[in-house]
Each structure stands twice: as C-alpha cells, then as structure tokens.
C-alpha cells in the first residue's frame, strides 16, 4: 500500500497550491480519504475529507479556500488550496480510512510554506 503525496512548495500569501494524493495497494473507491497538516510541535489536525460517496468536510479554518475532490479512475484526491495564508504553513498528509474494517493508511507528507 503506498499513498503518494505532492504538490507541495512555497508560495505567497494570497496564491495557489493543488495538492495530490496516488494512491496504489489499495481499493481505492472503497476508503475515505482525508488531508490533514502538523506544524513542528503541534498535533496533526484534519483539513479536509471526502467519502467514498463523494461526500466533503473542512475544517472551519479552510472552508471557502480549499477544495478536496476525487477521481476514483485514478486512484486520486486532490486538495486545491486558494487564498492561502502563512497560518496555512505545514506539512500536508494525506490519509485513506476505511471505517469499516479498521483499515487506514498514511502518506509521507508534502512541505507548504506560504510567505508572508
């Protein structure tokens, strides 16, 4: 099982970032994918997340700027970041949940620096 995850790098405030999220090993379509941030020091909190049936959440921090989506044909999830801001500075996770057979799996992580 591998999650692949890129997309990362620096970018002024108020720019743009598309995060992706391969995944392989896995049934894709199956799991619930999230995108989660940890700053050093500081645990790792949920971003966003979209079901298997398509369904997203977002943290009230990022509601309105990033969008989580998914194409199951490519074993993918997306996080496209807009308006971002230094507070958006971290390393993005993504992570494949599924609830049901209490299986989940993390990638390796993917740095956004986001100057001010």
């Known amino acids: 099982v591998q999650l692949q995850a890129s997309g990362g790098g620096l970018v002024q405030a108020g720019g743009s970032l598309r995060l992706s999220c391969a995944a392989s090993g896995i049934s894709f379509s199956a799991y619930a994918i999230g995108w989660y941030r940890q700053t050093l020091g500081k645990q790792r909190d949920l971003v966003a997340t979209?079901?298997?049936?398509?369904?997203?959440d977002y943290a009230d921090s990022v509601k309105g700027r990033f969008t989580i989506s998914r194409d199951n044909a490519k074993n993918t999830v997306y996080l496209q970041m807009n308006s971002l801001k230094p507070e958006d500075t971290a390393v993005y996770y993504c992570?494949?949940?599924?609830?049901?057979?209490?299986?989940?799996?993390w990638g390796q992580g993917t740095q956004v620096t986001v100057s001010s």
């Open positions: 979209i079901g298997s049936g398509g369904i997203t």
């Open positions: 992570n494949a949940d599924w609830h049901r057979f209490g299986l989940q799996y």
